[in-house]
């Protein structure tokens, strides 16, 4: 089979006949439905601030509500998309099945109190996700990647495990909330615990070195990795804040976290820039922002990694789902260069940059005094200046209209982000250890003269002249061999 005997096209919807299954249809509304709940929920408890227990085993609160709608509201895109892009396919029902089974797990998760009921619901969690990386039974590269991704999440859960026996061992709590109360003063059993926890989270968020069963996912369907990049991976954020006052106890391993996840935003994003395909540039963009995430909650801003998660998962899911329309077939012709920015320009960039983070200090509180928000801040300045330039320089709008235009949309757009992160901020602040603030120390100095140095070497183009980081790049994003396809027509086989 040739990619040149077939034609695709694209149209309604097949009619449903009495011997077809109706499950994709009846689980595509049931997700919505769940949608809706989940709203509600979220309204209810926005009036009442309550929250509501089943003793000993679940507990609906802040985090729990807000996870909810958007893991049910990535879901139902999911579910809907997919009733198309799977039609026709022999395994379109256990597809349908894994996609909700997931969905009802992870709200199974983010309401777990019980220690039990929250590793099996991990465990569960990364197992479905394995078994929908291998959704095609019979291409032995989608089978080697769900092999892969399942060894990295069993380690995960046994991190957690490590980390939920010890917990127990020493509060004897069987619930998260119990562990909080009884937790006491840093010791060296809490510090196992901890440092299980953020080990656990960076596997199951595909930070570095654990990113290569993210990068060896691509042969999962195209809705089962939207759900991934904006669910799964979100999970490592989700762990570190209800064990927040667990991470909290020693600043040493709040300075590991930071470390972790500044090491994988900044590498993330030197591993998107060698990237040539679609998804493999998704895909390292989820591994930098993942770091970022985590980096956030390092830094105690845990209602800011929440927010983060929650618009990264919308972002990102749109981008796998429009995926197919970013392809185009093309002759090779020279890529042509960004455009100078003049001193024009060059002044709308800073100006934008510097009245973003500005903006962004004075709206959420985070850098306006001496503390580890200014960190934060600098990211944000360095964000807004490298979005703005990308704008300035590669849009084919007159001058007039770019320069004017840039800040009208990215200051509205920080605007919004510091509204969402209040709404959340709100929703959390019941949650143990979560107002917590991390003190700024030499080494936060440090790791913003990493990300300005990298932030230089990228819009400069330094990185370029460098044979050797290239290679060392192009490697570091290369998945095992066996996951790789290295034919066409295995792509039009399945």
Request: charged share 10%.
């Amino acid at each position: 089979m040739t990619g040149n005997e077939q034609t695709t096209t694209v149209g309604q919807l097949p009619a449903q006949s009495s011997e077809g299954s109706r499950a994709p249809e009846a689980l595509t509304r049931l997700v919505w439905a769940l949608w809706i709940v989940s709203v509600g929920v979220l309204g209810l408890r926005l009036w009442t601030d309550q929250t509501w227990e089943l003793p000993g085993l679940l507990a609906v609160d802040g985090l729990t509500v807000v996870m909810w709608t958007t893991v049910t509201f990535f879901s139902g895109i999911v579910h809907s998309y997919s009733r198309r892009y799977m039609a026709g396919s022999e395994v379109i029902d256990r597809f349908f099945g894994r996609v909700f089974a997931f969905t009802l797990i992870v709200m199974a998760l983010v309401a777990a109190d019980n220690l039990l009921l929250f590793g099996a619901a991990w465990l569960a969690m990364g197992l479905v996700m394995a078994s929908l990386i291998g959704t095609v039974e019979g291409w032995p590269q989608a089978q080697a990647a769900a092999a892969l991704a399942r060894r990295y999440f069993l380690a995960s859960s046994a991190l957690l495990a490590v980390a939920l026996a010890a917990l127990w061992v020493h509060t004897g709590a069987t619930t998260v909330s119990g562990i909080a109360a009884a937790l006491g003063d840093s010791s060296l059993i809490v510090l196992v615990a901890a440092s299980a926890l953020v080990l656990a989270a960076m596997v199951q968020s595909a930070l570095l070195p654990f990113h290569t069963w993210l990068l060896s996912s691509m042969t999962a369907p195209t809705p089962a990795s939207a759900l991934m990049h904006a669910g799964f991976v979100n999970a490592g954020g989700i762990l570190l804040v209800r064990f927040a006052p667990v991470v909290t106890v020693d600043a040493t391993v709040m300075l590991v976290i930071v470390l972790a996840g500044a090491a994988s935003a900044l590498g993330g994003k030197l591993l998107k820039l060698v990237q040539t395909d679609v998804k493999g540039k998704l895909g390292c963009s989820t591994v930098g922002q993942m770091g970022f995430m985590l980096m956030q909650a390092g830094l105690g801003f845990f209602a800011a990694a929440v927010t983060h998660l929650i618009l990264h998962g919308f972002y990102k899911a749109y981008q796998f789902l429009a995926s197919g329309e970013q392809v185009e077939h093309t002759s090779p012709t020279k890529s042509k260069a960004a455009g100078s920015t003049g001193v024009g320009g060059l002044a709308v960039i800073t100006a934008t940059g510097l009245v973003g983070g500005a903006l962004f200090a004075f709206l959420t509180g985070k850098g306006t005094k001496l503390g580890s928000g200014l960190l934060l801040t600098f990211v944000v300045v360095l964000t807004v200046l490298h979005a703005t330039r990308e704008i300035v320089t590669h849009t084919s709008a007159p001058a007039t209209i770019r320069y004017g235009g840039v800040p009208l949309v990215a200051l509205p757009a920080i605007a919004i982000y510091a509204g969402f992160y209040h709404v959340i901020e709100g929703l959390l602040a019941g949650l143990p250890a979560v107002g917590y603030q991390a003190e700024l120390t030499p080494f936060h100095g440090l790791l913003a003269a990493a990300f300005l140095a990298v932030y230089l070497a990228i819009e400069t183009g330094v990185y370029k002249h460098s044979q050797r980081l290239y290679v060392a790049l192009l490697n570091a994003s290369q998945p095992p061999s066996q996951t790789l396809l290295t034919s066409t027509e295995d792509y039009n086989e399945y």
